[in-house]
């Protein structure tokens, strides 16, 4: 029996708040699937009782996890049982950057951002938050500005096509 495994991902929701033409879960905000808190408790049980007592990294997933509204309570148990695992969030963002007191609640570890002119695309209401035309990026901004306050690490996935 394994004690310690790398990485364990909960995917919570396939629903998303955008549609992106690039996405291999095919999440849009027609998607109605999602975990309950129930189901996703029961699968941090599932791995007590496998033997499991380190994991070095639970990454949280979608769709877009940051509109899935049991988020707070699964990191919350999960910081319960794996006190020091890394809990990454996959999320492009948006969610947070319109509700920056959800992000307060979070604290996650790590957050895995795409920042892209894919997403510009996806926007239901075009207004630039990803990558403007001028190249700057509230979404970027918004981001840097928690890291400082948080201290958390940021990956992020950058991709524009400038033709100037």
């Known amino acids: 029996m394994k004690e310690k495994i790398n990485t364990v991902v909960f995917q919570v929701i396939r629903k998303c708040n955008q549609v992106c033409p690039h996405c291999f879960f095919n999440s849009s905000p027609r998607s109605e699937e999602k975990l309950t808190l129930k189901e996703t408790i ?11 007592k380190k994991i070095k990294k639970i ?25 020091l695992s890394k809990i990454r969030i996959d999320t492009n963002g948006l969610t947070l950057l319109q509700n920056p007191k959800l992000f307060d609640t979070l604290r996650a ?3 895995d951002i795409s920042v892209d002119i894919f997403h510009n695309q996806g926007l239901i209401n075009k207004n630039e938050l990803f990558i403007k035309k001028n190249g700057s990026s509230p979404l970027l901004d918004f ?8 201290k958390f690490q940021l990956f992020i996935r950058w991709i524009s096509n400038r033709n100037d």
Do not use: H, M
């Open 109 to 111: 570890d790590i957050y």
């Open 42 to 52: 029961l699968g941090v049980n599932d791995l007590k009782k496998a033997g499991i």
């Open 143 to 150: 981001f840097l500005n928690k890291q400082k306050k948080y």
């Open 59 to 83: 990454i949280i997933s979608g769709g877009e996890p940051t509109i899935w509204s049991n988020l707070s309570k699964l990191i919350y148990r999960l910081r319960l049982e794996y006190p």
